[in-house]
């Protein structure tokens, strides 16, 4: 079975006294129903579950009184010894909320009842075109957690790398020593591995227990066909086509020297009025990330982005391999990166920020100084450049020379090296950009 995280973020969650209704969201197939029903099996003796994808009948309990004694006087007729409800013990599972909004807005009358945990799931929950919204969003009532795909260290411990083997790589970033050459090689050789194959669990699965990469290549390729059936089933009507079409121009965004992302790549003359709705809604699925560039590298980030100049990365690297051409995993797994223009490295390092759960950000100028990434770290601006062993930090470099301008004084480089300092740049193993936000802390 599978470690992941949020299992420590449900447990902190129960703990937390006097807690709300619990919205676990993220994009299909990520392990949110898998992970809440194995918590819940673990921490209550009573669990009831209702999955209103699978089940639609289900909604209409909520249809009338959204009194929590009549909600389970109907939840026990219906479901019979499937549903016990014994106060203060007893986690209601509510898969696929955003089949049943009403569901949704009874969870104020959970919260200030409380004597029953409730724990929804979503996949797509807000997204233009889904379904009908909640009459009323209980705000303050739900407590909303974003799940993603595994990221780079749960892909580790399910290769079986030890939380020992990770705190050396820690250390070593930390004290900025070189990782011993053995332990640097098996975990840039996962690494490798971690960028064909992804985070999503049932993929992970596969690959662990076949090695087929034929196998993990057409799990891939299932998900990322059911997701572009769920932009014909569920968009508007005058959306469907238009949110295909953008979604199947990201590889050819990527693999632009200029990354920036451009509707007119999407479909000639195509415009902002024409595809920032379908942009929206692939976003709003959780399957890809937004990288906004910024008007000046100077904190707070998010106040200094420029909304409509922005580039888009899929959410997990192995998503985003799967829609090139076949051989690129091969050529990966043989240690080469740096296909589309470096589109591999900047997709593996926006896989790492944005499942560490951070906005990205990155700096162009007319001017031509460009940095791939611009993050917030110990309370300062940081540059973060992913680039191969001979890459050139020019930008970088003129940007610290001049904090007066910039405001920044610290550069972290990701590539094919160890670890290490030049120039005043802290240069990493890109298998460590998953540490950096965690782990490593500024002077």
């Not at 909520?62 to 909600?71: A, R, T, V």
């Not at 569901?103 to 233009?128: E, H, N, P, Q, W």
């Not at 024409?274 to 560039?293: F, V």
């Not at 610290?400 to 550069?411: D, G, Q, S, T």
């Amino acid at each position: 079975m599978l470690k992941r995280k949020i299992e420590q973020q449900l447990i902190d969650w129960k703990k937390t006294k006097s807690h709300n209704p619990l919205i676990i969201k993220g994009c299909r197939q990520c392990g949110k129903t898998f992970s809440v029903l194995d918590f819940a099996n673990k921490n209550y003796e009573n669990v009831v579950y209702l999955n209103f994808f699978e089940n639609p009948a289900y909604s209409a309990v909520f249809d009338g009184s959204l009194n929590i004694d009549d909600i389970v006087m109907y939840l026990t007729a219906l479901l019979g010894n499937k549903a016990t409800f014994v106060p203060y013990n007893t986690c209601l599972i509510l898969d696929e909320i955003q089949e049943c909004p009403k569901a949704r807005a009874a969870l104020k009358f959970f919260k200030t009842d409380g004597r029953y945990d409730v724990i929804c799931t979503g996949s797509l929950l807000g997204v233009s075109g889904y379904k009908e919204q909640p009459v009323s969003i209980p705000v303050g009532y739900e407590t909303i957690i974003t799940m993603f795909p595994l990221d780079f260290e749960e892909f580790l411990w399910a290769n079986g790398i030890a939380n020992g083997i990770i705190e050396e790589l820690k250390s070593s970033m930390r004290s900025v020593s070189k990782v011993p050459e053995v332990l640097h090689n098996r975990i840039n050789e996962l690494l490798l591995q971690y960028v064909v194959v992804g985070g999503m669990p049932a993929v992970v699965n596969e690959f662990i227990g076949t090695k087929m990469i034929n196998r993990v290549q057409q799990m891939q390729r299932d998900i990322i066909n059911g997701y572009r059936d769920d932009m014909i089933k569920y968009a508007s009507t005058g959306d469907k086509a238009r949110i295909r079409e953008c979604f199947d121009s990201i590889p050819k965004q990527l693999g632009k020297e200029n990354k920036k992302f451009q509707y007119s790549i999407i479909k000639k003359k195509g415009t902002t009025s024409m595809y920032a709705g379908s942009l929206q809604w692939i976003e709003d699925a959780g399957i890809i990330s937004r990288c906004y560039n910024l008007s000046i590298t100077e904190l707070p980030l998010e106040g200094n982005a420029i909304e409509n100049v922005f580039k888009v990365y899929m959410t997990d690297i192995g998503l985003f391999i799967s829609m090139l051409e076949e051989e690129t995993a091969y050529d990966i797994l043989n240690g080469s990166l740096l296909g589309y223009k470096g589109a591999i490295f900047e997709n593996l390092v926006a896989d790492f920020l944005t499942k560490s759960g951070k906005k990205l950000y990155y700096f162009h100028k007319e001017s031509g100084l460009e940095v791939d990434f611009v993050t917030r770290l110990s309370g300062k601006c940081v540059l973060l450049e992913c680039k191969a062993t001979s890459g050139n930090t020019k930008s970088t470099k003129t940007i610290l020379k001049h904090p007066e301008k910039y405001h920044v004084y610290h550069a972290i480089k990701l590539g094919n090296y160890n670890v290490g300092l030049a120039n005043g740049i802290l240069t990493l193993p890109l298998y460590m950009g998953f540490l950096i936000h965690n782990s490593l802390e500024l002077a």
